[in-house]
């Protein structure tokens, strides 16, 4: 009989990343983080991670394949609970046939949330007026200066560009991007980047990137539009805070999905479509990605 004792056990103790590279899936190195490892394996892309002492994981592409590494093989087998167990358990006990090191992760840091450090930093960081890499990507300093951007965007003292996060209006995380790094700081909770909101706006424009949405903007200038990013892969919880704006946002008459033209654009694009035709939103959904496959809209800047 399995004792309830053992799952906790399989959870902590078994590194998902290398299990998944057991089973054939390959580190994205270029959308992965110190503490939020992408893996493919085909079209099928997950984030693995450290929540408290267990090993999780959520899919890219379906909200509901999510949780442990029990989670984990149980949506991608026909075996039973038992059968899982039974597995495991030769894992546990380092009778397992192990992939190579290089394939897989050995160290993941626990995710902590620590908005106290977060805050910390962000106090010494300034708002953009020039910035060296953002105007190397085509970006006129006249746009992030723009009352639609202005205090949106900031640079730290290693001029790195610098993205909040906000969650219910309080500071919770920092996206950092420059030529060499595209990552998160340590302790951020990952929600949306967003532009400031201005009377009359009645359209949303969700993108993966902030340069994406800085991009859009200049080469169309819509008026009247909300910017935002999801700042790469987006996770269940990004997908309640995009039902909930869009459910909470009175006036707001159209969605623009400005993902990249490639299949993770495909598949954010499908995700939010689903979730927002759950809410009460009766406005335009569509998406807006560039003609060639493959590109961003900065790539079209």
Same mark, same amino acid.
């Given at each position: 009989?399995?004792?309830?004792?053992?799952?906790?056990?399989?959870k902590q103790e078994i590194n998902l990343t290398q299990y998944a590279a057991f089973l054939g899936y390959e580190i994205d190195r270029k959308k992965s983080t110190k503490s939020s490892i992408a893996m493919?394996?085909?079209a099928d892309k997950i984030i693995i991670s450290r929540r408290g002492a267990n090993w999780v994981y959520f899919s890219v592409s379906d909200d509901n394949d999510n949780g442990t590494i029990v989670d984990?093989?149980?949506?991608?087998?026909?075996?039973?609970?038992?059968?899982?167990? !039974?597995?495991?358990?030769?894992?546990?006990?380092?009778?397992? =046939?192990?992939?190579?090191?290089? =394939?897989?992760?050995?160290?993941?840091?626990?995710? @902590?949330?620590?908005?106290?450090?977060?805050?910390?930093?962000?106090?010494?960081?300034?708002?953009?007026?020039?910035?060296?890499?953002? @105007?190397?990507?085509?970006?006129?300093?006249?746009?992030?200066?723009?009352?639609?951007?202005?205090?949106?965007?900031?640079?730290?003292?290693? *001029? +790195?560009?610098?993205?909040?996060?906000?969650? %219910?209006?309080?500071?919770?995380?920092? @996206?950092?991007?420059?030529?060499?790094?595209?990552?998160? &700081?340590?302790?951020? @909770?990952?929600?949306?980047?967003?532009?400031?909101?201005?009377?009359?706006?009645?359209?949303?424009?969700?993108?993966?990137? &902030?340069?994406?949405?800085?991009?859009?903007?200049?080469?169309?200038?819509?008026?009247?539009?909300?910017?935002?990013?999801?700042?790469?892969?987006?996770?269940?919880? *990004?997908?309640?805070?995009?039902?909930?704006? &869009?459910?909470?946002? =009175?006036?707001?008459?159209? &969605?623009?999905?400005?993902? %990249? +033209?490639?299949?993770?654009?495909? !598949?954010?694009?499908?995700?939010?479509?689903?979730?927002?035709? !759950?809410?009460?939103?009766?406005?335009?959904?569509?998406?807006?990605?560039?003609? !060639?496959?493959? *590109?961003?809209?900065?790539?079209?800047?």
């Amino acid at each position: 009989m399995i004792r309830r004792h053992d799952f906790s056990k399989f959870k902590q103790e078994i590194n998902l990343t290398q299990y998944a590279a057991f089973l054939g899936y390959e580190i994205d190195r270029k959308k992965s983080t110190k503490s939020s490892i992408a893996m493919r394996s085909g079209a099928d892309k997950i984030i693995i991670s450290r929540r408290g002492a267990n090993w999780v994981y959520f899919s890219v592409s379906d909200d509901n394949d999510n949780g442990t590494i029990v989670d984990f093989i149980e949506n991608r087998t026909n075996q039973t609970i038992a059968e899982i167990a !039974k597995e495991l358990n030769i894992w546990i006990g380092g009778g397992a =046939s192990l992939p190579h090191p290089k =394939s897989y992760i050995s160290d993941v840091p626990e995710q @902590e949330r620590d908005p106290a450090r977060i805050k910390k930093i962000f106090y010494y960081c300034k708002p953009v007026i020039k910035h060296t890499y953002i @105007e190397s990507r085509g970006i006129k300093e006249v746009l992030f200066q723009s009352k639609r951007f202005t205090g949106r965007i900031y640079t730290d003292r290693y *001029q +790195n560009a610098v993205f909040p996060h906000y969650k %219910d209006n309080e500071l919770c995380g920092l @996206e950092l991007k420059n030529a060499d790094k595209a990552l998160f &700081v340590r302790g951020s @909770e990952k929600t949306l980047w967003r532009s400031n909101i201005v009377a009359g706006d009645n359209t949303l424009i969700i993108a993966e990137a &902030v340069l994406d949405t800085l991009s859009y903007c200049q080469i169309y200038n819509l008026q009247n539009a909300i910017y935002t990013a999801t700042g790469g892969g987006l996770s269940p919880e *990004q997908i309640e805070i995009i039902s909930a704006f &869009v459910s909470g946002f =009175s006036g707001l008459e159209k &969605v623009i999905i400005i993902t %990249d +033209n490639d299949e993770g654009g495909d !598949k954010i694009t499908s995700r939010i479509k689903k979730a927002l035709s !759950k809410t009460d939103f009766r406005g335009k959904i569509i998406r807006h990605s560039p003609n !060639k496959r493959g *590109q961003d809209w900065n790539d079209c800047l």
